[in-house]
C-alpha cells in the first residue's frame, strides 16, 4: 500500500466552524488531491496539487481551500463548515512517469459529519 | 453533466460465475482508463487500466475490455469470489493532465 496518511479519520463539528483535514504521504510523489464521495455522485475531485505551493480547482472547489508547504503535506480547509459538506473525504497521490503516472493511490478517508 | 457513467448501482452473482461490471463515457478526449475496488470505511484500491492504444489488458481473475468506438469498457471477474464483494469504480483521464473522472460506482455482491 502507498504510504499516505489521513488525520483525522472521523470528525463532528457545527455549522459556521472551520475545519481542516490533513493529507500526509510518504512516497515523494508529485501530486496530491482531495476527493469527496457522496451517495449516487461517487468521487469527486475538490483541489488538487503539482507541487509544492502549486494548486489548482477541481469540480467542486467551492467552499474550500487547500495549502501544500511540503511535499509530503496537503491541507482541505473548510473556511465555515455547511451541512452540504458533510461527507467522506479521501486523499490521493499519484507520480508522473508517463500514463501510469496517471494512476492515483487513496487514502483511508476522513469521514466530517457537520452539525 | 456526467462524463462516465455506470448505470448499474447493484450486481449480485454467485461465487465462481462471471462478474461483467459495465461503465460508458462521453468525453472522446479519454485515454486511459482505470478500475478501483473499494471496501466499506476504506480507501479506493487500483485495480487494473488500460490505455486506448490496447482494447483488452488482464491481469490474473480481472480482465478489462475497451470499445473505443462505443465508448465503452467493462470490467470482467472470472472466477467471481466473496472477497470481490464491494463496491467498483469506474475512472478515466484524458492526456495532459493528472486528473480523473470518476463514474458514480457499482455495488458488487458475490453469494456463496
Known amino acids: 500500500d502507498a504510504g499516505i496518511t489521513q488525520s483525522p479519520r472521523h470528525k463532528v463539528t457545527e455549522t459556521g466552524t472551520p475545519v481542516t483535514l490533513r493529507c500526509h504521504q510518504t512516497?515523494?510523489?508529485?501530486?496530491m488531491y482531495w476527493y469527496r464521495q457522496d451517495p449516487g455522485h461517487g468521487l469527486r475531485l475538490i483541489h488538487y496539487s503539482y507541487g509544492v505551493k502549486d494548486t489548482d480547482k477541481g469540480e467542486v472547489s467551492d467552499g474550500y481551500s487547500v495549502s501544500r508547504s511540503k511535499t509530503e503535506d496537503f491541507l482541505l480547509t473548510l473556511e465555515s463548515a455547511t451541512s452540504s459538506q458533510t461527507s467522506v473525504y479521501f486523499c490521493?497521490?499519484?507520480?508522473?512517469?508517463?500514463?501510469?503516472?496517471?494512476?492515483?493511490?487513496f487514502g483511508p478517508g476522513t469521514r466530517l459529519t457537520v452539525l | 453533466d456526467q462524463q462516465v457513467k455506470q448505470n448499474s448501482p447493484s450486481l449480485s452473482v454467485q461465487e465462481g460465475r462471471i462478474s461483467i461490471l459495465n461503465c460508458d463515457y462521453t468525453n472522446s478526449m479519454f485515454d486511459y482508463f482505470l478500475w478501483y475496488k473499494k471496501y466499506p470505511a476504506e480507501g479506493p484500491t487500483f485495480l487494473i487500466s488500460?490505455?486506448?492504444?490496447?482494447d483488452k489488458n488482464e491481469d490474473g481473475r480481472f480482465t478489462v475490455f475497451l470499445n473505443k468506438s462505443a465508448k465503452h469498457l467493462s470490467l470482467h471477474i472470472v472466477p467471481s469470489q466473496p472477497g470481490d464483494s464491494a463496491v467498483y469504480f469506474c475512472?478515466?483521464?484524458?492526456?495532459?493532465?493528472?486528473?480523473?473522472?470518476f463514474g458514480t460506482g457499482t455495488q458488487l455482491k458475490v453469494e456463496l
Open positions: 490521493a497521490i499519484s507520480g508522473t512517469s508517463g500514463r501510469q503516472g496517471d494512476t492515483q493511490y
Open positions: 475512472a478515466a483521464s484524458g492526456r495532459g493532465g493528472n486528473k480523473l473522472t
Open positions: 512516497e515523494n510523489h508529485r501530486y
Open positions: 488500460i490505455s486506448s492504444i490496447k
